[in-house]
């Protein structure tokens, strides 16, 4: 069965400083991952997606993500966060089927 | 384009009224979904519609009923609200399966269930 983990559910960073929020999936064929970002009160809004091809997919404001098989992870990084970037993160993995399974979420908080 | 819209925004309900909720897209999109939203549980499917007049069962249907007769809307149905239903609900629509294809979504309803 599908399923996403998204193991840290808060994370906190300063301003400037990198970013990594981890995302492991479980699916028996070749997945299709995302990346969503949710501002607070805000729906969501697609950050990057990966379907084939280079394992290292650049999306929206400055986010890259890289799918690595070999451990189940698709894990979203930026070099430099902004404090705009304080957002709930979901990662969802899709496949051939009608539906997307979302991750539980990581909450990013940026200190000044 | 105004995407994904919801109506409404905020709502109280008591145990046992019912009310609809409203998703219309003007994307041209076949797919259609509602989710809700939980703390700590992520967004989780309750029902979705491949195309014009069908529906499907999602993740967690049960006290929810939906109806899709035009393309561009989707409703979800509270028949008997339980407090369980407080929650934040958002549609989404994708131009083809949403297993491959991006999601819109909407800026979603906040329902309170007293």
């Known amino acids: 069965a599908q399923s996403v983990t998204q193991p840290d559910i808060h994370i906190t960073v300063s301003e400037g400083a990198s970013l990594e929020l981890r995302c492991n999936y479980s699916y028996g064929a070749t997945p299709y991952l995302f990346w969503y970002v949710q501002s607070p009160g805000q729906g969501l809004q697609l950050l990057l997606k990966y379907f084939s091809g280079d394992t290292l997919v650049q999306g929206i404001k400055g986010f890259e993500a890289e799918f690595k098989r070999s451990q189940s992870s698709f894990n979203l990084r930026k070099p430099s966060v902004h404090w705009s970037d304080a957002a709930e993160y979901f990662c969802?993995?899709?496949?051939?089927?009608?539906?997307?399974?979302f991750g539980t979420g990581t909450r990013l908080q940026v200190f000044p | 384009n105004a995407g994904v819209t919801q109506t409404p925004k905020f709502r109280v309900l008591k145990t046992g009224q019912s009310m609809t909720l409203l998703c219309a897209q003007d994307?041209?999109?076949?797919?259609m979904y509602w989710y809700r939203q939980d703390p700590g549980m992520g967004l989780r499917l309750i029902h979705y519609?491949?195309?014009?007049?069908?529906?499907a069962k999602g993740e967690v249907p049960d006290g929810y009923n939906v109806s899709r007769l035009k393309k561009q809307n989707f409703l979800l149905g509270l028949e008997s609200a339980a407090p369980s239903q407080t929650s934040v609900y958002f549609c989404a629509s994708s131009y083809l399966g949403g297993g491959q294809e991006t999601q819109y979504f909407g800026p979603g309803t906040r329902l309170l269930v007293l």
């Open positions: 994307m041209n999109h076949e797919y």
């Open positions: 519609s491949v195309g014009e007049g069908t529906t």
């Open positions: 969802a993995v899709g496949g051939d089927t009608d539906k997307l399974i």
